[in-house]
């Protein structure tokens, strides 16, 4: 069969589900998961499944800005290098445009090699990467800014001149989704470091995690290749596993098009602050307000995981003469968590009375009955005072 412009993605879909058969999976039955809607049917898998399993083949999904080199062996004019257009199409020799966007480089492979099948007698199609497209996640949840994010620019995985003689090939597959975060290009005169972004670096970029997130419990979502059955597969992280033990199972490699959610705790998780305070996850330091009856009321700059204690201090303390404390805190879903309480004692940090503060939180020390007494005869008398100078003064000529 042969493709052009004008054919759409429906026309290559007995040939996608051959190959998935040629790969050995099985077509779903009808009361699967899959089966009921591929678009938006999301597979629950532990980690030990398909998003931490190594494929010979990787699972990197194609789309519209990646660069690879097509090479027909023994037939020039049909190889090259080609980028998916915004379309998700490819313009090859003979073949003309072909929609190739939602396929692996193996499933890609299979696929040219039955169009090519009508031209050339027995091709063989050989498929690599050149470029990646950027890599755009969405990062939601409990973490500072949710929303969407690039993380990389794009990676060129060969010199864009003639290939240089002597690449032995690359280590660790950069498009293995869940290889080490580094794969290198080694050879007689190259040698470059390909970084691929993690989980770490999609929450880092989100500017890092709140009080309230709860990093036991991380979920990331992610497209699957056809081969597999399509729609998109699931996983549950304990990403705190990564940051206090160097769990990188916990720390799995992002693909374009993935999804990272932070699960909320109902209480301040003290401890995991801490911990995520000690690595550069999150920013070193934090911007709060205090005012009031302080000794220096202003701008305050505390480290991250810093209390209602430390932001006090750092304003040189209380006034002898004061009363309640107010702590307002704006929340991103429009409410304000607004207390007021006296402060004494030892209240742990974490605590109602000595809260972990965020980015703009609001510390006042309220007046309390006398000075609020004496404010209000200076503001009183102050006029009356001014007046009786300027007459005085005016009497003694």
Known sequence: MKLTASTSLRHCLPIFASAALAFGVHAPTANTQEQASPAVAVKKASSEQELHTRSPNGTYILGAGDSISIELLDIPEYSGRFTIGPDGTIYLPRLRSLYVEGLTIEELRYFLTQQFSAYVLEPQVFIGPIKYRPIRVYVGGEVARPGYYFLTDQQEIVNQLDPPEGIEGITNNPYDPLGPNIATITGADVKKALRIPTVFDAMRVAGGVTPYSKLKDVIVTRKRPLSSGGGKIRTSL????????????????????????????????????????????????????????????????????????????????????????????????????????????????????????????????????????????????????????????????
Not at 310 to 333: C, P, T, W
Not at 335 to 355: E, L, M, Q
Request: aromatic share 10%; charged share 20%.
């Open 238 to 397: 304990n990403f705190l596993s990564f940051i206090t033990e160097g769990n990188e199972s916990q720390n799995i490699r992002l693909f374009d098009g993935d999804s990272v959610v932070v699960a909320r705790s109902p209480v301040v998780l003290r401890e995991q602050i801490i911990k995520a305070g000690e690595t550069n996850l999150s920013p070193d330091f934090i911007q709060v307000f205090v005012t009031g009856r302080v000794n220096e009321p202003g701008s305050k700059v505390l480290p991250q995981g810093a209390s209602l204690d430390q932001a006090l201090a750092s304003a040189g303390g209380q006034k002898i003469l004061r009363g309640r404390v107010e702590f307002v805190r704006f929340n991103r879903d429009g409410t304000t968590d607004k207390r007021k309480f006296s402060v004494g004692g030892n209240n742990p940090a974490g605590s109602y009375k000595n809260p972990i503060l965020m980015g703009g939180d609001v510390v006042r020390v309220n007046e309390s009955p006398l000075s609020a007494t004496f404010a209000v005869l200076d503001e009183l008398t102050g006029p009356f005072l001014g007046i009786y100078s300027v007459y005085s003064l005016f009497n003694g000529f």
